[in-house]
């Protein structure tokens, strides 16, 4: 083979790919295309949004590691493989275990769906748990299992052929509106018409009238084992796909078949504003309601009466994903509407109720959820709270590594031989309280001397525990002293930790 034709060869190729890829991640299709989809794998396209984050998260998979005398799991989107670990969570093995745990049981409604809150000091990566969850989703929406569908009307004056006209769907699979395009070209008048993607991207199963869904999807899912989420039975489309949705019914005399061939479903990706959005104090709502205002205008020339509203914004832009409220209790942060979307899952947008599908997070400091207790008025929106402690890295080891990633672009600047070690080790000591002995869990059996030295332990033999040192590695510890740190002393430590390792100076009330 000559270079030239190896050259040829390898460029087909990649022009081959370049095509499968872009067929692959903009597949479009008709509405009988997408039930082919969900009969062969149900679970992919009736998931919430809870359940897609879980699966997101989970899809850059785990391990098991150890810490302080307990086997925790540690998942490796944290680790920010999307930016070479740049934004990589240090020393939150607990805290992570836990929100995700709370992810999980939300997806699988073992309890309500409650608002994520991390809350803690600054510096301490809450900011950073949220952005890796959303560039999770982000990735994991490329992916064949992680595919979202949502759907869009095409609607023109064209009639439509009954004889001619697809099982279901809008499109032929050689022409439009149902005609089969004939052998021979013929010139044909500019087609017109107008696409309206449904604000919110909502499910395409939602067009399925809800008192049939159920029975509908029983028998599409047949013996399988698998469980319909409530969302999932019991959401409507948003009020603009209502609007077309009975226009269109009401054109064609009830059937509905006719309905569905103004559907086209597609793919969409997870992406900043579609899917995740971050609200930061102070931000203003995007002005979309010109753009409403002339699709309203174009789709009236076909179907008089209906009046396309703006549902716009935040709140339509983070269904079917998360919205991110950094600082979420400052004012203006709208504090009815976090307990209607928590609460009963719906939300107004101009002046419209519409269902809504998305997993709220919100950051934090300490005084701000202080003041928020304080409120006689918050107790509604408290109860609807999943709160999560970001404490201070209390591992000598892992604030190290932190401060050799952030030194790591520093290129012409000599630093000293121990002193970054030097500097982890002491902020961590700065952090450390006495055990309290009313933390001691009677589930944990220590003995009599053991008991004695775990409340008596000093900053230094602390930090040692903390940081995973094996007993042959201990330094500030006797050698009768180290027969005695097991992992029951390693647990029974953790759960001693005083108010200032858990990083806030107040007791729950």
């Not at 499968?20 to 989809?37: C, I, S, V």
């Not at 052998?183 to 009238?209: A, T």
């Not at 569905?260 to 479903?265: G, K, T």
């Not at 630093?415 to 009313?438: F, G, N």
């Amino acid at each position: 083979m000559s270079l030239t034709d190896l050259t040829d060869k390898i460029f087909s190729e990649i022009v081959e790919s370049a095509k499968e890829k872009y067929r692959r991640e903009n597949w479009r299709g008709t509405f009988d295309q997408f039930l082919a989809k969900l009969a062969e794998n149900p679970e992919r396209y009736l998931r919430t949004s809870y359940k897609y984050i879980y699966d997101a998260i989970v899809h850059f998979g785990k391990e098991e590691i150890k810490d302080c005398g307990e086997t925790l799991p540690h998942y490796h989107v944290f680790d920010d493989p999307f930016g070479n670990g740049r934004k990589k969570i240090f020393g939150q093995h607990r805290l992570l275990e836990s929100l995700v745990d709370e992810i999980r049981s939300s997806a699988e409604e073992e309890g309500p769906e409650r608002i994520i809150l991390l809350h803690g000091p600054p510096g301490t990566a809450k900011t950073s748990i949220m952005y890796l969850i959303s560039k999770a989703m982000e990735f994991y929406s490329r992916t064949e299992e992680g595919e979202l569908l949502r759907f869009k009307w095409k609607i023109s004056n064209r009639p439509i052929d009954p004889g001619r006209q697809s099982k279901i769907g809008f499109q032929t699979e050689s022409g439009e509106d149902g005609e089969k395009s004939s052998s021979k070209k013929k010139k044909s008048p500019k087609k017109s018409g107008v696409e309206m993607v449904c604000s919110l991207n909502d499910n395409p199963i939602f067009l399925i009238p809800a008192e049939q869904r159920e029975e509908f999807l029983r028998k599409i899912i047949g013996d399988r084992d698998i469980t319909v989420p409530k969302k999932i039975l019991e959401g409507e489309i948003c009020y603009n796909c209502r609007q077309i949705y009975n226009a269109l019914l009401d054109k064609y005399h009830g059937d509905l078949e006719k309905v569905f061939q103004h559907i086209v479903v597609e793919r969409f990706f997870i992406e900043d504003n579609q899917g995740f959005i971050l609200i930061e104090p102070g931000t203003m709502e995007d002005p979309f309601h010109m753009q409403f205002k002339v699709l309203s205008e174009k789709i009236a020339r076909f179907l008089p009466g209906v009046v396309v509203q703006p549902l716009g914004g935040r709140w339509a832009a983070s269904n079917r994903g998360l919205i991110h409220f950094s600082d979420i209790f400052k004012p203006n942060t709208g504090h009815y509407q976090l307990l209607s979307a928590s609460e009963e899952h719906r939300v107004t947008i101009n002046g419209i109720s519409v269902n809504v599908d998305t997993l709220i997070g919100g950051t934090c400091n300490i005084e701000d959820y202080e003041s928020l207790k304080k409120n006689p008025l918050s107790g509604g929106l408290r109860d609807r709270i999943r709160r999560f402690g970001v404490n201070y890295v209390l591992n000598f080891k892992d604030e190290e590594k932190i401060y050799l990633r952030d030194l790591s672009g520093v290129k012409k600047k000599h630093i000293a031989p121990h002193s970054v070690s030097l500097a982890a080790l002491w902020a961590v000591l700065t952090r450390l309280d006495k055990p309290i002995e009313e933390g001691l869990p009677e589930n944990i059996a220590l003995s009599e001397k053991a008991k004695q030295l775990l409340l008596g332990v000093n900053p230094m033999q602390k930090a040692e525990i903390y940081a995973g040192k094996e007993r042959h590695e201990f330094e500030y510890f006797g050698e009768d002293e180290v027969k005695l740190i097991d992992d029951n002393f390693r647990k029974a430590l953790k759960y001693t930790e005083g108010l200032l390792e858990q990083a806030y100076n107040y007791a729950e009330g």
